[in-house]
T-cell receptor
Framework: AQSVSQHNHHVILSEAASLELGCNYS??????LFWYVQYPGQHLQLLLK????DPLVKGIKGFEAEFIKSKFSFNLRKPSVQWSDTAEYFC?????????????WGLGTSLAVNP | KAGVTQTPRYLIKTRGQQVTLSCSPI?????VSWYQQTPGQGLQFLFE???????NKGNFPGRFSGRQFSNSRSEMNVSTLELGDSALYLC????????????????FGPGTRLTVL
């Protein structure tokens, strides 16, 4: 079955620390890849996405992610986190197979950044 | 543009009852997807509607159903509620299939928090 695995469930960092959140998926075909973020009390919103082209994708607020096809990974990175990055981060994958349009989600990573 | 709206925001029901949740997508969006979010299971896909047709369905029992109207508004119904149905139900809209790929970003509403007692 198709699945998405986020390796870190809870991450605690100090401001200015670097961040890397892991995301691996199981699907052999072409995929669209997403990272969504949910700030406390707010809606889920898109952080960045990869459909094709340059595997290094830049998103909002200084986040970036790299798609490594051979590793089935789409890790999220930020060189220097801020207190305002405290949120829940979700990786999602959409298999690009015909009319298959559903997003498959990881369980999320809760990030707490201490000031 | 106004965002995705969901009503009601909170619901408390008892086992055996049924419930209907409503979602209004962003104007112009024709695709509406529904998700169930729980702490233990994360986000799980329920179904997706496009132009009033269900185009994809997740692995949920038949008690969960939905529909979409001609104005793209969607409703989700859960019959014979069980305690395990307590969750945040999220609706997301997108512009639809673009260039042969599901490439559009999904925009989420605030969700409906359902509590089953």
């Amino acid at each position: 079955a198709q699945s998405v695995s986020q390796h870190n469930h809870h991450v605690i960092l100090s401001e200015a620390a670097s961040l890397e959140l892991g995301c691996n998926y199981s699907y052999g075909g072409t995929v669209n890849l997403f990272w969504y973020v949910q700030y406390p009390g707010q809606h889920l919103q898109l952080l960045l996405k990869y459909f094709s082209g340059d595997p290094l994708v830049k998103g909002i607020k200084g986040f970036e992610a790299e798609f490594i096809k051979s590793k089935f990974s789409f890790n999220l990175r930020k060189p220097s986190v801020q207190w305002s990055d405290t949120a829940e981060y979700f990786c999602a994958v959409s298999p690009n197979a015909g009319n298959n349009r559903k997003l498959i989600w990881g369980l999320g990573t809760s990030l707490a950044v201490n000031p | 543009k106004a965002g995705v709206t969901q009503t009601p925001r909170y619901l408390i029901k008892t086992r055996g009852q049924q419930v209907t949740l409503s979602c209004s997508p962003i104007s112009g969006h024709r695709s509406v997807s529904w998700y169930q979010q729980t702490p233990g299971q994360g986000l799980q896909f329920l179904f997706e509607y496009f132009s009033e047709t269900q185009r994809n369905k997740g692995n949920f029992p038949g008690r969960f159903s939905g529909r979409q109207f001609s104005n793209s508004r969607s409703e989700m119904n859960v019959s014979t509620l069980e305690l395990g149905d307590s969750a945040l139900y999220l609706c997301a809209s997108s512009g639809g299939f673009v260039g042969g790929r599901f490439a559009d970003t999904q925009y989420f509403g605030p969700g409906t928090r359902l509590t089953v007692l």
